[in-house]
Structures are given as C-alpha cells and as structure tokens.
C-alpha cells in the first residue's frame, strides 16, 4: 500500500497496512525562508518516513491587511476590505504549497495550515485590542471577521486548485473556557470560521480540522463537534480526551494524534522504550481504524528526528 493510498484509506475508515504517522514542527515561525522552508518539509518528510506532510504556515501568522493599521475605534473595522487573490500573503503560501507538492509529486498526501478568522486577526492586531472591540462593538469586529474569511477562503481555494494541495489543516482556536461561553461562542466566532470549513469541503473531501489547544487552556471543545471534516485532531493531554474518545465524540470520524507536542511529553523527552510503549498503548486505546499517529499540537523544532523513526519502527512491527 503507497502513503496515499494508507492516509486516505484512514481518512475514510477503511484498513490499512499499518497505521498513518505524521508530526510536524514550525522551522522559522516569524519568516519566510523561501526555498530553504520547502526543502526542510521534505527533508523532514523523507528523513522521518511520515505517511504525509503537512505544510506550515511560518512567516504568514500575521495577517497583513494594510487596513488594520488605520483602525482607530470598533467602528472602523465595518470598513475593511479584503485583501485579494494578488497579495503576497497569499500568492506566498501559494507558492510555497505549490513547491512542495512537486517535491513529493503523487508520493504522498500534502496539508497545508489554514488558521481560523479570529486567530488572525489577533496575530494581526492583539489579544486586547480584538477582545475590547468585541466588547464595544460586536458587529464591526464580526464584519472583519467575514472580510479575513473571504481571504482565507481564496487562500484555501488556490491552496487546492493551483497548488496541488490534498486538503487543509484547519486550525480553529479562542474556544479557551476562560474567554467564551459556549453560546458567545457560536454566536461570535463559527459563523464565519465555519464558512471557511464549509468551503474547503466543496474543494476536497479530505481536510483535518484542528481543535486548538495552543494556550494549554482547556477548550469548549464541544463547539467544534459537530464542523465537518474528514479527520480531527485535537489536543489530547490538554482537553483529557483520548484518541478513542475522541473518535467516539466526533461521531466515529478519522482521528490524528495521540502524542503530547510538550518538551514535557514521552516524545520529546521519554527512552526509546518509553516511546514504543506509547504508541503501542496508543494502538491499543484507539484501535487500527480511522486512526493515524501523530501529536496534539506542531512539536518543539529541535526534537530528534530518530524518535518520529522509533514511532514509525514500532508502528511497522504492529503491522
């Protein structure tokens, strides 16, 4: 069976020979490197054996709408624009999808990080700006929150139809138990991070949703329960859902994960023993269908690339 036909097999509860193995890391989180940033994915991909990859968005979290630096009141965000299929940061992200892709050709399916409205329009303007607008002035900063998800869904549209792309990983956050109820959550929040997800579905039947645990803050994961995708991976140690009750709570859906992404976890941290024990108990917990070995969130980037080889070894003699 090639890595294409084991990850999407997974992706649609159907067996497999073995089970799916995916990690990633961020390599320059604040830049782009151009080609360097391509050939560290596949460096990565091929030095580790993963049955995928997914492509990371580093250098493109801040979402650089010209518009966000004249805003001085709630008001002003009824205003925005989009910024368009023309703009660097989207024709970059485009570029660097595109490049992978033909790196790796039809070897193996390629997922590239999509984040969620409302999280970059905080990485574009701030935690307390975004929070005190909403405050003052809900359907401003929600009108903002509909123009990001108008580029967003460009991006996702070029991201499969130029690029190559097998589908997105969509990551949604700011469902922390702290910020919202789960009510303000769907009133504020899923409609326009919804519309994206919505969208990426027309395209590809085969997109990851990412429940967010970044903070280490608890999440209202139920919001999230009912977003279609194809597969889910959520944070693990963070919401203390195992993979096996995860599956069962998004509906029998794809799992991916398993791992704790913490210089703390067994994986960046734990013997080789310590690590084949895991990804055994693992296999045991959630079973061999519908599920690919991965961790909860993007891993520290100086991890050893020998312990993803120690997963993939004792993935290969469960087989």
Partial sequence: MTKRERVLNAFQNKPVDKLPMGFWYHFSPDEDLGRETVEAHIKLYREADMDFIKVMCDGYFNYPNPFISTVKSPEDWMRMTPVGEGHPYIRGQVERAKAVVEAVGKECCVFYNVFCPMSLMRFGTSEELLMGHLRENREAVLHAFEVIAQDVKTLVKLLITEAGCDGIYYCVQNAEKFRFSAEEYREIVRPAELSVLEYANTLSANNILHC??????????????????????????????????????????????????????????????????????LVKEAGVKGVMIGADCSLPSDIATERFKWVRAKLDAMA
């Fill in 212 to 281: 967010c645990g970044w903070a280490g803050d608890p999440n209202r994961v139920e919001v999230w329960q009912d977003y279609p995708s194809a597969v889910v991976n959520w944070a693990v140690y963070v919401e203390e859902m195992s993979l096996g009750e995860g599956k069962e709570f998004f509906g029998g859906r794809c799992v991916l994960g398993g791992f704790d992404n913490r210089k703390s976890g067994v994986l960046y941290s734990g013997s080789r023993e310590e690590i084949e024990a895991e990804t055994e108990k």
